[in-house]
């Protein structure tokens, strides 16, 4: 089958969005991607989001809207329902609040059949609300495309910081994403999409592209930022790291540097001294965390940036 017949599932999820909706269908609308299909979710707006996205529904491109009566306030129950409904080989979870290049599906699923990835993902330019670029430093290994093996990559990358940190800068293979649990990610109302990306790349391999073909919305009306104020991402954060721990055999010194990030991120000024005590708590169990797991977790920046 050639590449262009493969369908593509758009999944856009949406809460209280309304001001960035126009902005984000169109850039999805813009694909140069010939074949896909939109899925539209709402998870009970309050602020006009529906009224916008029933004009959207018009267009032939989008299957279906589903809209709920009630705000599930789980965003990954929602990522659960837009899985259901597509049936095309690739799937992009296209947040509402972000906005693509007109090339970021054709390249990702370009990376993907190329590289035989389960899953490709490119660089993200942060903005704000108003779409202002945030001025964000790149670690030199970032600077190029590369692919590696999952489990590579989950150990790199995704037990400190997550570094897809976006699901609209991601494509993968429907087929895959099957076999991830999505009732386990969805326990995770914080940190579950690093638990539904580390589950998708142990199934293969993942390419990286650096185009920045994603922009990142930061705003206040994020669910992420009332998480790290209170530390639950850090909080979920450990019960990932305990669930993956024994079945990926982590050794002394992974342990240690991801303990050393996670030291880090609680002394981010975004949390609060309650978030600190929250995350303190849980993390604290861990003989490897402490001020000397952070030389560790520096040791390993050190490294990766070589």
């Given at each position: ?17 309304a ?6 269908m ?10 896909m299909?939109i899925?539209?979710?709402d998870d009970?707006?309050t602020?006009?989001s ?19 009566d ?21 799937v992009w ?12 599906v054709s390249?990702?699923v370009?990376?993907?059949e190329q ?9 993200s330019?942060?903005?704000?609300s108003?779409?202002a ?8 290994q970032?600077?190029e495309?590369f692919s ?7 150990r790199?990358?995704l037990?400190?910081?997550c ?9 993968f293979r ?7 649990d ?10 579950g999409?690093?638990?539904?990306w580390?589950?998708?790349?142990m ?6 592209v ?9 705003h ?7 998480a790290?104020?209170?530390?639950l991402?850090i ?12 079945p990926?055999a982590?050794?002394?010194?992974e342990?240690?540097?991801i ?10 000024p975004?949390?609060?001294?309650q ?5 303190l ?26």
């Amino acid at each position: 089958m050639a590449r262009e017949t493969k369908k593509i599932s758009v999944i856009m999820p949406n809460y209280n969005h309304a001001l960035f909706l126009k902005e984000r269908m169109e850039s999805i609308l813009a694909q140069d991607y010939p074949n896909m299909e939109i899925i539209l979710l709402d998870d009970g707006s309050t602020d006009g989001s529906v009224e916008q996205l029933q004009t959207y529904a018009k267009n032939p491109k989008v299957k279906t809207l589903v809209v709920s009566d009630r705000n599930s306030g789980n965003t990954f129950v929602q990522w659960a329902k837009g899985l259901e409904l597509a049936t095309g080989e690739y799937v992009w979870i296209a947040e509402s609040d972000d906005v693509a290049a007109p090339t970021l599906v054709s390249t990702l699923v370009d990376a993907m059949e190329q590289k035989h990835a389960t899953m490709a993902f490119c660089h993200s330019q942060w903005i704000d609300s108003e779409g202002a670029p945030i001025a964000r430093t790149r670690d030199p290994q970032w600077e190029e495309d590369f692919s590696m093996v999952g489990d590579t990559f989950v150990r790199r990358y995704l037990l400190g910081y997550c570094t897809v940190c976006n699901a609209s800068a991601v494509v993968f293979r429907r087929e895959a994403a099957r076999t991830v649990d999505m009732e386990q990610v969805a326990q995770y109302t914080a940190s579950g999409d690093r638990l539904f990306w580390i589950q998708l790349a142990m199934q293969g391999r993942v390419a990286y592209v650096a185009q920045s073909l994603n922009k990142f919305r930061q705003h206040t009306n994020k669910v992420s930022g009332g998480a790290e104020y209170m530390g639950l991402n850090i909080v979920q954060d450990h019960e990932i790291y305990r669930l993956v721990r024994e079945p990926m055999a982590l050794s002394e010194i992974e342990k240690r540097w991801i303990c050393g990030y996670h030291w880090k991120a609680m002394h981010r000024p975004t949390v609060s001294e309650q978030g600190r005590r929250n995350a303190l708590k849980v993390w604290g169990e861990e003989p490897e965390f402490g001020r000397l797991s952070f030389l560790f977790y520096l040791l390993h920046r050190a490294k990766e940036r070589c």
